[in-house]
């Protein structure tokens, strides 16, 4: 694994133009262009605050209490912009290599380097969207701490990254062969979304008498639980997953890029005939 880490870091400059040409085949025929990255987070975040903020009353489970600086507008846009990028890798990791069926036949380059380019190209995506969350910050007054931005918001960005990575890694070596994967990709982007208290503050499940034990137990052990988790404790102190939800999101981030990988180079070889 070392070694084809190796040989994808030496590519790296070819990462970078496919996830160039990617961002340029993207917006080019955009007149708005980039600012669509910013547009579509702001266009969902009013629909979700009408939806659970103001008709569900969501507020009253923000972390910290209802007077927490940013209220749940920013617990809302604090989590709903990694989410997007998550979704859009998720969407996108299906068709990683079919999509690039002519170079993988025609460059001699590392197979990984196209999953990575996937994941790549989505990162720089959420990066284009943080300016819509340092203004809902500026103007809701949301704060942060040492610990949110040099402990949690480092550790949520590699966790969701090697996440993400694996996670592709094993859709876009499997979905060649099997193509019923992009299928049950689309269901299960909408059960992760309801069920990593993306828009919903996680206390309304971890702390009520409603839900039986096994089913908090099952909303504990979802990977993605901590990652937002850790993305909302950025601006929620409170919000800081505990030791089981933290190595619970970690240990499926590092298992999740050792199932992937070692798909990946398990079917290596049918998917090559496949293509």
């Known amino acids: 694994m070392a070694s084809r880490a190796l040989a994808v870091w030496q590519n790296r400059r070819v990462v970078g133009l496919l996830v160039r040409r990617d961002l340029k085949v993207k917006y080019q025929s955009s007149i ?13 975040a009013g629909v979700y605050f009408f939806v659970f903020g103001l008709i569900f009353d969501t507020d009253r489970g923000v972390p910290g209490g209802g007077d927490a600086p940013g209220g749940y507008p920013l617990f809302l846009i604090s989590g709903l912009l990694p989410w997007l990028w998550f979704a ?8 990683a290599i079919m999509s690039h069926s002519k170079l993988i036949t025609t460059m001699k380059v590392p197979r990984e380097v196209f999953p990575v ?10 990066l ?17 701490t040492p610990a949110g931005l040099l402990v949690w918001l480092p550790l949520a960005v590699t966790v969701q990254l090697v996440f993400s990575l694996g996670m592709t890694l094993l859709l876009a070596s499997v979905n060649v062969l099997v193509r019923d994967v992009e299928r049950v990709v689309r ?13 919903i503050p996680s206390g309304l499940v971890l702390e009520s008498d409603r839900f039986p034990a096994w089913f908090v137990t099952l909303f504990q052990c979802n990977p993605l639980l901590g990652i937002f988790k850790m993305h909302h404790a950025v601006w929620y102190p409170a919000d800081a997953p505990g030791a089981p939800v933290l190595a619970t999101s ?10 992937g990988y070692l798909t990946f180079r398990r079917l290596e070889t049918s998917v090559l005939k496949e293509l």
């Open 250 to 259: 970690i240990g499926g981030a590092v298992l999740m890029l050792a199932a």
């Open 117 to 126: 380019q996937a994941v790549a190209a989505k990162f720089v995506d959420y």
């Open 32 to 44: 708005l262009g980039y600012a669509w990255s910013m547009l579509e987070p702001l266009a969902m």
């Open 88 to 95: 859009q890798s998720l969407s996108q990791a299906p068709n």
């Open 187 to 199: 269901i299960l982007n909408r059960v992760l979304f309801y069920s990593s208290a993306i828009i």
């Open 128 to 144: 284009f969207t943080w300016p819509v969350l340092l203004v809902f910050v500026f103007a809701l007054g949301g704060r942060t």
